[in-house]
C-alpha cells in the first residue's frame, strides 16, 4: 500500500503537469548544496520551481497524462524544473548553471504536452522570452499595415495638396 506522502507527492505532480507550460527534466547528481541552492534562487527569481521528484511517481503522472518516449528520461536521479507561463525561462537559467558547473544535465523537455529530446534545449535557451517575440510579432505585422495605410493617403494627400495650390493661385 503506498504510503500518504507518495500519494501527497502524485496528486502534486498530477497538479504540476496540468498547469506547467513546461517542464525541464534533470539529472543533479554530482552538484554540492551550495549549488543546487544557488540554482533554485536563480529559478526563483525567474517563477521556476525547481524540485526533486521520484522517478515511479514521475512514471505515474507521465503514464495518466499518456505522454510518450519518456522512458529514457525516468532513469537515474530526477530533478524538474517547472514553468507556469515562460517556457524557455527554465532553458535560460540551466544554461547558465550547465555553462559554469557543467551540471545539471537536461535529459528531456516538456512544453504544452509536447515531448522534446535534450538536443532541442540548446535552441530554446537561445530563444527570447515570449513577451519580446511576440513584440516583435506585433511590429512585424504592423509594419504592411502602416505601409497599405501611407499608400493609401500618399493619392489622397497629393489631391488636396493641388487642390490647395489652385485655390491659392486663385
Given at each position: 500500500?503506498?504510503?500518504k ?25 554530482g ?117 497599405l ?22
Amino acid at each position: 500500500m503506498p504510503n500518504k506522502n507518495n500519494i501527497n507527492q502524485v496528486k502534486e505532480l498530477r497538479d504540476v503537469f496540468s498547469k506547467a507550460s513546461a517542464i525541464y527534466f534533470t539529472a543533479y547528481q554530482g552538484l554540492d548544496v551550495a549549488s543546487i541552492t544557488k540554482i533554485r534562487h536563480s529559478f526563483f527569481k525567474k517563477n521556476v520551481d525547481y524540485k526533486v521528484a521520484k522517478n515511479s511517481l514521475l512514471k505515474i503522472v507521465i503514464d495518466e497524462k499518456k505522454i510518450p518516449g519518456m522512458d529514457k528520461v525516468l532513469k537515474g536521479d530526477t530533478a524538474i524544473a517547472i514553468s507556469y507561463d515562460e517556457p524557455v525561462a527554465p532553458a535560460k537559467v540551466l544554461k547558465k548553471y550547465i555553462k559554469e558547473y557543467e551540471l545539471p544535465t537536461v535529459k528531456g523537455i516538456i512544453i504544452d504536452g509536447k515531448v522534446f529530446s535534450p538536443d532541442t534545449f540548446e535552441k530554446l535557451a537561445k530563444l527570447e522570452s515570449k513577451e519580446i517575440l511576440l513584440g516583435r510579432l506585433v511590429l512585424m505585422l504592423g509594419s504592411p499595415l502602416q505601409k497599405l495605410v501611407s499608400t493609401l493617403n500618399a493619392p489622397l494627400q497629393s489631391t488636396l495638396s493641388v487642390l490647395s495650390n489652385l485655390k491659392n493661385k486663385s
